[in-house]
């Protein structure tokens, strides 16, 4: 199916019957009564403006948005307000005065505009796992996008089909059934659009490049509340801007991906060192990573915990055919000799879900990260000083793979600049009470100078603190061109809470 039958199919949602319809076609399917009957406004609200001052919307404007939409417009006073406002860090405590719940397009449209008109500070939420919390807000509006969800498979075009709110485990899932799959994340609830826009490494990124770099076309709601297409003939320079730009330009309601043909069942699994090998673990990853075949994605963990010897692992997928994996990865077969676990052939779903039960939703996280293109003895020896100490807390560092096809791709080919990294190295950590927050969050940024030197810039997505002249400088030489593009379709900076391109006009 084209990409107008497509829109078309969706737009004719009442009269459709494929399983791929998102939840909020179906939910709009009985006249979108639901957000006007559930939404009851009081009072006035009060709310913070675009540069944080506090305002007051009217009552009546509320009403008259509530009305106008198909999904629900949540207030605080909703009942599913508190379950809502929550997003994947326990340590983002927000309360946005209002929560569109969009289920389409024209949702969105309507929650742009009111946000425009009232100089509304906007948060656009789509998986909602931005460490740092960028996708909700104080007082202002989310425009949540997880009421849509849902995935289309072209097998023809190898095309796949996303509505905004979709998951990566869905993606996978779903392009898999049909031997194709495209680069995504590790960690399977993780939201593909936010994913996508900033970058995105995954498994298969140093065979296919990043997952922006197949992404071949989207819809964008910009400032002024118009639907636009952007891919390589329509709006082209738009697309180029969406590849790594993040959500600078407006909210993206669908997002089509290239996909490409992928043995469902892959070599893949991890090996785990005790750590009295780490030295040679590391000395061996240095020399073999940087030359390993494309097909073979690789990423290293080590780990230091409050009780237990700190542990190095090495992370393989392998997506090609089997016996040629299998002569890829003899060097890492006889290294492991001493290790743990086992690299097999396993469902590359089920690689992409074995992460998930270590992240879940509401605990408290903070990661700090930089990219890295080698891994010299300075790094590994700073490496290892750093997780042989105990603390309170578990520390995990991941050297996520990048490389092959995504290093390939010319800094100025698309907006996502550091095409030299070989990985992002990135620390987390997570607790649970509140009480410790403080503390932990101080120790990683003092492990962090340590760690720092060893990087030059940084991913975006990955990125907690929040610092203009960083994320100007972390474009490079892309920033003027997304300048550009940001003075044409948000000049007014609505889209803000992002890694932000700040508009000259
Ligand atoms: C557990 C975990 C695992 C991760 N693993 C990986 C990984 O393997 N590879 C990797 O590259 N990254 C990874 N990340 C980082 C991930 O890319 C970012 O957290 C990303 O922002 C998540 O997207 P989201 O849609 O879930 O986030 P959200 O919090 O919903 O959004 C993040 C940002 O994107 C913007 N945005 C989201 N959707 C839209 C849209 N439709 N239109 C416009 N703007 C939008 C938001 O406004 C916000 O600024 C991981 C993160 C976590 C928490």
């Known amino acids: 199916m084209k990409r107008r039958e497509f829109l078309r199919a969706t737009a004719c949602a009442a009269g ?58 949540l207030l605080p006073t909703h009942a599913r307000y508190e379950q809502a406002r929550r997003v994947w860090n326990g340590t983002i405590d927000k309360r946005p005065a209002l929560i569109a719940s969009c289920v389409g397009a024209a949702d969105v449209m309507r929650a742009v505009n009111f946000a425009r008109e009232h100089k509304l500070l906007t948060a656009v939420r789509a998986g909602g796992h931005s460490t740092s919390g960028k996708s ?44 194709l799959a495209t680069t995504a994340g590790t960690v399977s609830n ?113 780990r230091s915990s409050p009780n237990a010897e700190p542990g190095i692992s090495i992370l393989a997928c392998w997506s090609a055919d089997h016996a040629a994996g299998e002569r890829a990865l003899e060097p890492l077969r006889k290294l492991a000799r001493t290790a743990q676990g086992n690299v097999a052939a396993t469902p590359y779903v089920a690689l992409q879900s074995m992460f998930d039960a270590g992240f879940p ?26 997780f042989q100490v105990k603390r309170t807390y578990p520390l995990t560092m991941q050297l996520q793979g990048m490389g092959g096809a995504a290093h390939r791709v010319k800094p100025d080919a698309t907006a996502f600049v550091h095409r030299e990294a070989l990985w992002d190295m990135a620390i987390i950590t ?43 400088e972390n474009y490079g030489n892309n920033y003027p061109r997304l300048v550009k593009l940001k003075n044409q379709y948000d000049p007014i900076n609505l889209f803000r809470l992002n890694a932000n391109v700040v508009p000259t006009a």
């Open 190 to 302: 993780t939201g593909a659009a936010g994913l996508t826009l900033g970058g995105g490494f995954g498994r298969l990124g140093s065979r296919f490049g990043l997952a922006c770099d197949n992404l071949i076309g989207a819809d964008v709601m910009t400032a002024s509340g118009k639907l636009v297409h952007a891919s390589e003939k329509e709006n082209p320079e738009l697309l180029w801007g969406l590849r790594g730009g993040g959500g600078n330009f407006g909210v993206v309601t669908s997002l089509e991906y290239r996909l490409h043909e992928v043995n469902p069942i892959v070599l893949g699994g991890m090996y785990t060192w005790s750590w009295k090998d780490v030295r040679a673990v590391l000395d061996f990853y240095a020399d073999f990573a940087p030359r390993k075949p494309d097909e073979l994605c690789t990423d290293l963990f080590m």
């Open 430 to 472: 997570n607790w649970d009470n509140d009480a410790e927050s403080a503390a932990n969050m101080a120790s990683m940024r003092e492990i962090w100078t340590r760690m720092e030197p060893l990087t030059y810039g940084f991913y975006v997505n990955s990125r907690y603190e929040d610092d203009l002249k960083a994320f100007r």
């Open 136 to 179: 909700t807000c104080d007082g202002g509006i989310m425009i949540d996008l997880s009421p849509m969800r849902g995935v289309r498979v072209d097998p023809k075009s190898r095309t796949a089909y996303l509505e905004p709110g979709t998951l990566l485990g869905q993606l996978d899932r779903e392009s898999t059934a049909f031997g």
């Open 16 to 73: 459709a019957s494929a399983a791929w319809l998102p939840l909020g076609y179906l939910r709009a399917a009985d006249g979108g009564s639901a957000g006007r009957a559930a939404t009851a406004v009081a009072t006035d609200l009060a709310g913070r403006s675009l540069d944080g001052a506090p305002i007051t919307l009217p009552r009546a404007d509320i009403a008259d948005l509530a009305a106008s939409m198909q999904g629900e417009l």
């Open 361 to 386: 939703d509401g605990r408290k996280y903070y990661q700090k990260s930089g990219l890295v293109s080698t891994l010299t003895p300075k790094a590994i020896d700073t490496l290892i000083e750093v």
